[in-house]
């Protein structure tokens, strides 16, 4: 295509929101007219599906539940008045709260206040506030915020020795809708101990934020922590960054949580209009689907040219490969969906994959993410009349041109600032263009099987690994992890027990392992008292 | 294959390095011993280039250089005795310079000691040293590094306000072989104009680790930096953690930068043996070239069950992607090879793209990244018997298991502990694995054309830039976007200069945009002052 075609689509496509100053180029995406077209009918379906799934259809039909993270952005959307005032009240407890920890109402019992927030939850519960942290929480916020996001020890021991002196001025939040994620409870039980060997009362230090009547509220609510938030059965873990789980971590670093929400309802908006060209996440949606011929043939490579957004790509990571990477479609036939995305920030990527983006294997689509304005303030001159602004924006463009050169293909969403509005506004278009895409595919994209079924595995190896202590403290005498297997009725784990062996081994847990390492088979296992 | 079947592979293939302490488990690869046994000709080609290439040829012909990472670690293998006394010689001068800086020998100007560590350096020059930072450096360094790795004016605001009140005691690394790397030139300047905003004379807070004779080099020599250390043109950006570059930042956190290197230097040795099966590089690019059909078809994702990791998928992403992602091969002929690398941490990303990976598209291959001992000391018990450890460690074989039962492969890589020598040893392993890699697709690993060409077309950008202000200056009225590319003899960049205008615009530069912002033919854009 000549510059003068490419200029003229550039206009063609491209899309323009004056309230949210927002700009999505989808130009340099190979489609045509006529793919836009033949896709009319299915975007059809996705925008009705759409608008019954904000009208609390039951859109997650194998959960059975509703799915309304829509209305909390703009509670009148409620299907119910009981709706309506849940999100009411709980955004108002939010800020009522909030405003009590800033002022020192609030307190911890030995102190004025409290300096730090202690995040614990995962996936879903700290994926968005860990985006938003790092994109839009002040330089010196009122409240510092800290995350264990996972069950590891080390990582779990490296936050507490940080935090040690200050854990008495530290406001713990414990986040898990169910309240049965055992990473989340590992994390609150070993930061519990942590209290206690500060011999520090842990309660007037936690707060839960979790589904009523789950496990982790009604231990909460009897043990007297500091508080509860709740969340709801109808928003995903996934698209839980506009609820309580987003909002409270946000308001306590002193972000501006009601912007967030205006952001967000104003590109709700805007992705509810039922023209795929005047809708921004029905072009993004158009986009995906053209990329990867509606079978995630491409993966999805996230480039913001901003260091605050350098988490967003993990954060869409969840948002679409969760929502998206699924097996089944909704009549149940085996479609193996989804669309793989990672990404982290340029121009420091082009020192880094994007050699392999320009030149190497054409498995991608590339999605740029322009920040207009540079900085707060003027800027000081790196070269006569170019600043450093200059750099990462002719960065920028550099790259995107030079990967249309060798056709690739690219998306550029464009924003003046990374702030509260903008943040929320790009996570509602995201959440609606996946939504669209569920659609196209027609697959749930509310539901995540494969992750239930992760924890039942991960349940059964601890159950063999309690199991196989049992059977050896009973033996008491060494044995081979085969004949240890066979005892446990279990020969078709032998590989699994050998590793559980092996771990509890390297942890002085009192299993021995003797023999030559490099040959499983000839271990001999035993217990050590 | 039935378990007792699945058992015996996994020992038949299973990877033990006493020394190392180190396991790599390939069994859940799909090949069979015919492929493995295919492949024995295309390896002993392999081992032959990288005997060539560590001998001190020309491995990297595009540039004409050796590539000499291997010999940093054992510097009798350098092919010179002028080259071995470089080495030795850096390596001596990175730790008396380091001692001096820890014992208060060598100080900033007003206070008794350095506190903290600045580096500036992008891609090979912040991703190692950030990787390693994160996986090991001590939780209370004597100095806390702290990076800018973009050209972003925002972030580099961001920590120039952390570091305000600590400036007069930071020491300032600059890192880049060329000394003309944009992104870290601007850094520098911002930097210093930091400096001097605070009336702080910056050159005895400053140090070059640059190519010798660069212009970053003459530049610290003229100004009278601090020190100055080097960078080897036979060593590439990505391979250079254990250079310089790596090092430095490493040893002035407090980090055993001998075991480091002993580590590498014990991995070098294993890697080197000429036979697929007792080679652990060897196994893991034998599983790439299997998973990917030898043409990148499979995304290789890293998960590694450690938060200490995190970092360890975005340093291979640059190894891998940067070496491989290449166009041509050596004979010219265009291949587009590479394959893509992403990851975060499990069990962390279990809760946010496993779904995808267990039942969605099956693009890719996993690489489990185990680590035996959980933490030191003991844990306590979340429930009876059982540790967060014992759950982390079961959530990655709950997996490694589901995925082979959905006919997803992956390897297992053991090792005892996160420390200084076992990640010298993983990064010796993959820069290993990438060369015999790139050997057996016939590429080129040591260069990066597209990295050269991003960097032009950013340059171009900004030449367009200088010359339209120049124009619309001379001109004193508004015009449209189209004539001023008219008048710059650039209509076939028009949009490149609409995107320049409307960044000007948008940070006071004097640019004014009058007209329809959804609809940029209309816009008139003149010069205000």
Redesign the interface.
């Known amino acids: 295509m000549?510059?003068?075609a490419?200029?003229q689509r550039?206009?063609d496509w491209?899309y323009?929101h004056?309230g949210l100053d927002f700009y999505l180029d989808v130009s340099r995406m190979g489609f045509d007219d006529a793919f836009a077209l033949a896709m009319a009918a299915k975007f059809e379906k996705a925008f009705q599906d759409m608008n019954a799934l904000e009208g609390g259809a039951i859109a997650n039909p194998d959960e059975n539940r509703m799915v309304g993270h829509y209305w909390l952005r703009d509670p009148d959307l409620a299907p119910t008045p009981e709706l309506k005032g849940d999100i009411v009240d709980t955004l108002v407890q939010i800020e009522t709260f909030t405003a009590k920890v800033h002022s020192g109402e609030i307190h911890p019992p030995a102190s004025a206040k409290f300096t730090d927030v202690l995040s614990i939850g995962?996936?879903?519960s700290?994926?968005g506030p860990q985006f938003v942290a790092e994109a839009i929480s002040p330089?010196?916020p009122p409240l510092a915020i800290h995350f264990i996001?996972?069950?590891?020890?080390?990582?779990?021991?490296?936050i507490l020795?940080?935090l040690k002196s200050r854990l008495s001025t530290t406001l713990v939040l414990v986040i898990s809708k169910s309240g049965g994620?055992?990473?989340t409870?590992?994390?609150m039980?070993?930061v519990q101990?942590a209290y206690e060997c500060q011999h520090l009362d842990f309660a007037p230090h936690f707060v839960a934020i979790t589904g009523k009547d789950s496990n982790l509220d009604k231990r909460a609510k009897s043990e007297g922590w500091l508080g509860t938030f709740p969340m709801y059965d109808w928003v995903g873990?996934?698209t839980s960054e506009l609820s309580a789980v987003g909002l409270l971590p946000a308001a306590l670093q002193g972000i501006d949580i009601r912007q967030m929400l205006a952001g967000a309802k104003a590109m709700d908006g805007a992705t509810r209009i039922a023209d795929i060209k005047k809708n921004p996440a029905a072009l993004l949606c158009l986009s995906w689907y053209f990329a990867g011929n509606g079978?995630?043939?491409k993966?999805m490579v996230i480039l913001p040219?901003?260091?605050?957004l350098l988490l967003f790509s993990?954060y869409l990571?969840?948002l679409v490969?969760?929502s998206?990477?699924?097996?089944k479609d909704l009549e149940g036939n085996t479609v193996?969906?989804?669309?793989?995305?990672?990404g982290?920030?340029?121009?420091?990527d082009?020192?880094?994959?994007?050699?392999?983006?320009?030149?190497?294997?054409?498995?991608?689509f590339a999605t740029f993410i322009e920040?207009?304005?540079?900085?707060?303030g003027?800027?000081?001159e790196?070269e006569t009349?170019?600043?450093?602004?200059?750099?990462?924006?002719?960065?920028l463009?550099?790259?995107r041109?030079?990967l249309y050169e060798n056709q690739r293909d690219s998306i550029t969403v464009t924003i003046?600032q990374?702030n509260p509005y903008t943040v929320g506004a790009l996570i509602a278009l995201y959440e609606r263009a996946v939504g669209f895409y569920a659609s196209l595919v027609n697959i749930n994209a509310y539901h995540?099987?494969?992750?239930e079924?992760?924890?039942?595995?991960?349940?059964?190896?601890?159950d063999l690994?309690?199991r196989s202590?049992l059977v050896l403290r009973e033996a008491g005498k060494p044995m081979s992890v085969?004949e240890l297997a066979e005892k446990l009725g279990a020969?078709?784990?032998?590989?699994?027990i050998y590793?559980?062996m092996?771990?509890l081994h390297?942890?002085?847990r009192g299993v021995v392992l003797e023999g030559n390492?490099?040959?499983?088979?000839s271990l001999m296992v035993s217990i050590n008292g």
Chains 1, 2 share one sequence.
């Open positions: 000549d510059a003068s490419l200029w550039y206009q491209l323009y004056e995962i996936g879903g700290a994926l330089i010196f996001d996972n069950t590891d020890p080390t990582g779990i021991d490296r020795a940080k994620t055992p990473e409870r590992n994390g039980i070993e101990k873990g996934r079978k995630g043939e993966d040219y901003k260091d605050s993990r990571q969840q490969m969760e998206l990477g699924k097996e193996y969906q989804g669309v793989a995305v990672y982290n920030k340029g121009s420091t082009q020192h880094a994959y994007v050699q392999q983006l320009r030149e190497g294997i054409p498995n991608f920040v207009l304005e540079d900085r707060e003027t800027s000081t790196v009349g170019v600043t450093s602004g200059d750099y990462l924006s002719g960065l463009q550099g790259s041109q030079a003046r990374v995540q099987p494969g992750v079924a992760g924890k039942k595995a991960a349940a059964a190896i601890l690994q309690t202590l085969s020969s078709h784990q032998v590989e699994a590793k559980i092996r771990h390297a942890n002085q390492l490099a040959q499983p088979s």
